[in-house]
């Protein structure tokens, strides 16, 4: 059964911090991996997905990277904001045709 | 641009009434979730349907029950709301296991 953990799980550093928010999951035969970000109170927004043959996928700040062989992902943002302050939770298929199985979160703090 | 609707938004409602959340999306979809999920808790999983006619329970009990008449809506029923089923309940769509998967803004739903 898929498992899926970030670490840490909550964060918090000054504003203009480059930082790194790590997924790790347990089944590597994925067909790809979904970062979200969750504002509190509020649904999840989509920030990236990494296919299974993409090495990392990059957005604004935001890059994300993939190594399946080791069941690994991380969310590097750069040049850290208060606004990015949220919770982030990174998910994958639990096995072929099935819903995704989601970390815990790591709730980040950006301090101004 | 995703578009996936959820009404209401806000809803407190007395026990023993039989509510109904909606869930809608304009996108095609063949996937559709329910999560819920408590304030600074992780998701969990009630409810899927991979199409119409087709519907599944997830990963956590629910009382809760669900129909998937049309491709585009997929809506909640609970027969007799109870205080423990006050949380925040969020619907997600896919198109398939290569897609990205988009979320509701949510409803939060309070039962005195």
């Known amino acids: 059964k898929q498992e899926v953990t970030q670490i840490p799980a909550a964060l918090s550093v000054p504003e203009g911090e480059n930082l790194v928010l790590n997924c790790s999951f347990t089944?590597?035969?994925?067909?790809?991996l979904q970062w979200f970000r969750q504002d509190p109170g509020k649904g999840l927004t989509s920030l990236l997905l990494?296919?299974?043959?993409?090495r990392e996928q990059t957005s604004g700040r935001l890059n994300a990277s993939l190594d399946k062989s080791s069941g690994r992902s991380t969310l590097y943002i750069a040049a850290s904001q208060p606004g990015d302050s949220a919770t982030y939770l990174c998910?994958?298929?639990?096995?072929?045709?099935?819903?995704?199985?989601f970390g815990k979160g790591t709730r980040l703090s950006v301090i101004a | 641009e995703a578009d996936i609707y959820q009404t209401p938004r806000y809803l407190v409602i007395g026990t023993g009434k039989k509510i109904t959340l909606e869930c809608s999306q304009t996108?095609?979809?063949?996937?559709m979730y329910w999560y819920q999920q408590d304030p600074g808790m992780e998701l969990h999983l009630i409810h899927y349907s991979y199409g119409v006619n087709s519907t599944e329970k997830g990963d956590l009990s629910s009382e809760s029950t669900v129909s998937r008449i049309r491709t585009e809506h997929f809506p909640l029923t609970l027969e007799s709301a109870r205080p423990s089923h006050t949380s925040q309940y969020l619907c997600a769509s896919n198109g398939d296991s290569y897609n990205e998967q988009f979320f509701g803004p949510g409803t939060r739903l309070t039962v005195l």
């Open positions: 996108m095609g979809h063949d996937k």
């Open positions: 998910a994958v298929p639990s096995s072929g045709n099935t819903p995704l199985v």
């Open positions: 990494i296919q299974s043959s993409q």
């Open positions: 089944d590597s035969a994925i067909y790809n």
